[in-house]
């Protein structure tokens, strides 16, 4: 199983229930080709960077979704080329880490408040699993998010 | 008499130290690079929307690669600019 993340921007000058209907065709579209969708998320109304097609805002989706091949992917694209509400599209397929990522992200565990908890979990995860081993050694290897610490480790 | 310690400090033993450079994706075990986390991606453009050097942003090769494939995809969808005047 492969997973994908299609985003694409929506033209904000239709309604909101059309916005949302144009979102949804692509959804189960992805469905009817026989793939599972992992998550849809609304980024909603942003300011684009540059003017496309002469709108400076977008309202923005993204969907991620698993599935064996990738052969129905240009079909897809196809579809949303030929969108005239679809101002851009772009298919990602993710590694594991960021299928991590994307899952972590949805668990509130991403952002600058929360890196502290993040590696905490991963630090124990690590310190867990070699507990035979030698102590020292997995905590010096735990990413720790000060800059202070990892450098007084390493000197004593 | 002006004693050893005295002349230590009578210029700023920081100027002229070289500060070590480092990755920061190895540094806090950042694995994955969001192509739509725009705030991000900031820190590695100049204010003109280019990319930075590896020279400058102190990252390894595998994860500037990362990067600039990163900062590629939010260009394309509108995240950030591809030209820009005083971005910063």
Do not use: W
Not at chain 1, 114 to 142: D, I, L, N, S
Not at chain 2, 49 to 70: D, E, F, M
Request: net charge positive.
């Amino acid at each position: 199983m492969r997973h994908y993340e299609v985003t694409f921007i929506v033209d904000p000058v239709l309604s909101g229930d059309e916005i949302k209907s144009t979102a949804q065709t692509y959804v189960d579209m992805l469905q009817q080709e026989g793939c599972t969708i992992v998550h849809k998320d609304e980024m909603g109304l942003r300011q684009l960077a540059y003017p496309i097609k002469k709108r400076n805002s977008g309202v923005y989706f993204c969907v991620e979704f698993q599935s064996e091949g990738g052969a129905f992917i240009p079909k897809v694209e196809l579809a949303l080329s030929r969108d005239e509400r679809i101002m851009r599209y772009l298919t990602v397929a993710l590694d594991k880490f960021g299928v991590k990522f994307n899952d972590d992200k949805r668990k509130g565990l991403i952002g600058k408040k929360t890196r502290k908890a993040v590696a905490a979990v991963e630090g124990e995860g690590v310190r867990t699993q070699p507990a035979p081993a030698p102590a020292p050694a997995p905590v010096a290897v735990a990413p720790s998010p000060e800059p202070a610490p990892a450098p007084a480790a390493e000197e004593e | 008499m002006a004693t050893k310690d005295d002349i230590k400090f009578l210029s700023n033993p920081k100027i002229g130290l070289k500060r070590t450079k480092y990755c920061r994706f190895k540094k806090f075990g950042i694995r994955y690079v969001d192509y739509k986390d725009a705030d991000f991606l900031l820190q590695f453009i100049n204010e003109q929307g280019k990319l930075l050097p590896r020279r400058i942003t102190g990252n390894s090769l595998k994860y500037q690669r990362k990067v600039s494939t990163a900062v590629k995809r939010a260009r394309h969808l509108a995240f950030l600019p591809y030209v820009a005047d005083l971005l910063k």
